[in-house]
């Protein structure tokens, strides 16, 4: 008897042992990654663009401090995990958080990363150096921020100018790469150079994006593939027809429409598709600055004019969600309940009572059936802004406004955006993370670069701080509806509806995880195989 348990137990013992081993070999090195682009993105340097049509190709050329967790589909402060620093930790009066770095990481050219590779990219950043961005979008991010010191070659430390405890958020977003202190800003734009996965190959602007394989990664048997190639299609049928001939093995992130979606099940069924809300907003962009959209009964007019249900059952065949900046529940955290948002400007369902409202304020400005309102309404000049802003347009006719529609490439997209140089838009606003720091601050604080409205409260930014230092999620809750009303009561940016969107691949790509809470967090790719 005592034979046969141990002649089971090394049996067992054995099962156990090729298990574990065919579980560490199941990944397969080795192929090229073929993605479809929407966009032909302004340059590489994701510290300067405002859109993930740069993050998604370039976020495997660098590393974080820390990142959100690459296999966790919903990002949060508790799946946020270490990347370049081994760990962190915030001195007791939250006004101090230090990184302890990794030893022995190289840039790609060889050069050694360090503690000052950080202070040099906060500096940057803060507007500190002599060499600074041509672009910073993010610069409201880091109005907390005092300054970053390299305390040693391998620890750092952010000082703070008051605690705010979601601000890691911040640095484990796909926009918060380390940069390295000798390669200037010029040179990241077009050849990058990062710690990352993938080293930098290829950008020609309207054809292609590539990147190959880090021989020298710091991180043991990663990244599986030999590298990433982007073909930039900006017809979204034609390059939905590659994918569905197997052209290609992914969509582009989030580019799958519902009605699209669809298509893609019945043409090719055996692929997989992830249909997810992505904490992304649709927007009515006003500015409000130009007259005669300085005028607050004209912007509360054009609030009342939207049919947001109408938007949702063209769009997103009845799928998408309403609600205002925060994304709504259950996916989203901070979203406000439904009894709350009906008495806002355009968010009660009789769309009809809203639009006698408007008009009545319409009329009171002089404008009417026989004066009407003539505008150019700019986009980017992509198919998910051309589509949303057409039904835009024809929504606003029905309080007397006549838009002209006026596409903008995305290379001049943000310059035109962050100069004012128009009247009324569309557009989408996409958070980094469901958290209120980055949504309040990012496009409704005075002085932030994507506050494309112009919108302006220096009392409600003494909110935005009040909720920003609340530890008690209840109480900051409370804060954020507040604020989140106020917002809307405001017209600051009036939302239209969140986002869904798919993502599609080949059964033949592996370790592949889209996240529900940002388009922007999930491209590091390093996890990702070919089983071919």
């Not at 429409?257 to 893609?264: C, E, G, Q």
């Not at 496009?443 to 112009?454: E, F, H, K, M, P």
Request: neutral net charge.
């Amino acid at each position: 008897m005592k034979q046969k348990f141990r002649a089971l137990a090394a049996a067992g013992a054995l099962l156990i042992t090729m298990s574990i081993t065919d579980a560490a070999f199941a990944q397969k090195p080795g192929g090229i990654l073929r993605i479809y682009h929407w966009d032909s993105p302004a340059s590489m340097s994701i510290h300067e663009e405002a859109t993930y049509s740069t993050v998604v190709p370039m976020m495997g050329v660098f590393n974080n401090l820390v990142m959100y967790k690459q296999d966790e589909p919903k990002n949060s402060l508790q799946s946020i995990v270490p990347d370049l620093a081994t760990r962190w930790s915030w001195s007791e009066d939250g006004m101090h958080l230090t990184f302890v770095l990794r030893d022995g990481v190289k840039w790609h050219d060889g050069r050694p990363f360090t503690a000052k590779d950080v202070e040099c990219t906060w500096n940057m950043l803060l507007g500190k150096p002599t060499v600074t961005l041509r672009t910073n979008p993010r610069t409201v991010w880091y109005r907390n921020l005092d300054q970053v010191t390299a305390d040693g070659e391998h620890e750092a430390t952010f000082h703070l100018k008051r605690p705010q405890p979601a601000f890691i958020a911040f640095l484990a977003s796909g926009f918060s790469p380390v940069y390295p202190c000798h390669v200037s800003p010029r040179d990241m734009r077009q050849q990058p150079i990062g710690t990352g996965p993938f080293k930098f190959g290829e950008f020609k602007p309207n054809e292609r994006i590539a990147v190959t394989r880090n021989p020298d990664y710091w991180k043991s048997g990663r990244p599986y593939l030999d590298g990433i190639e982007y073909t930039i299609i900006t017809n979204r049928s034609t390059a939905i027809l590659g994918f569905i001939a197997g052209k290609f093995d992914m969509t582009f992130p989030y580019q799958v429409t519902i009605p699209l979606l669809r298509d893609v099940k019945t043409q090719v069924p055996q692929a997989i598709c992830e249909l997810r809300p992505n904490n992304v907003r649709s927007t009515l962009v006003i500015n409000r600055n130009a007259p005669p959209f300085d005028n607050p009964d004209l912007r509360r007019a054009m609030a009342l004019s939207l049919d947001r249900k109408a938007f949702i059952d063209i769009l997103g065949e009845g799928q998408f969600t309403i609600g205002a900046v925060m994304m709504p529940p259950p996916e989203g955290i901070w979203g406000m309940p439904p009894d709350m948002l009906k008495p806002l400007p355009g968010y009660d369902p009789d769309v009809q009572k809203n639009r006698t409202e408007a008009r009545t304020l319409m009329e009171k400005l002089g404008y009417g059936p026989d004066r009407r309102l003539k505008v150019k309404t700019v986009t980017r000049n992509l198919p998910d802004f051309r589509d949303n802003a057409v039904i835009l347009i024809d929504q606003l006719k029905e309080v007397y406004i006549d838009g002209e529609l006026d596409l903008i490439d995305t290379v001049h997209w943000f310059p035109t955006m962050y100069r004012k140089d128009y009247q009324v838009g569309y557009s989408f606003s996409a958070g980094v993370a469901d958290d209120p720091d980055d949504q309040f601050y990012t496009v409704y604080a005075c002085d932030a670069q994507l506050n494309y409205s112009g919108y302006c409260d220096r009392e409600l930014e003494k909110r935005f701080e009040q909720q920003s230092m609340e530890v008690d999620q209840e109480n900051r809750k409370k804060l954020v509806w507040e604020i989140d009303k106020k917002l809307q009561e405001d017209v600051a940016r009036p939302i239209i509806a969140h986002y869904r969107a798919a993502t599609c691949w080949q059964p033949r790509v592996k370790g592949l995880t889209t996240m529900v809470s940002s388009i922007f967090n999930g491209w590091r790719m390093e996890d990702v195989w070919l089983d071919q």
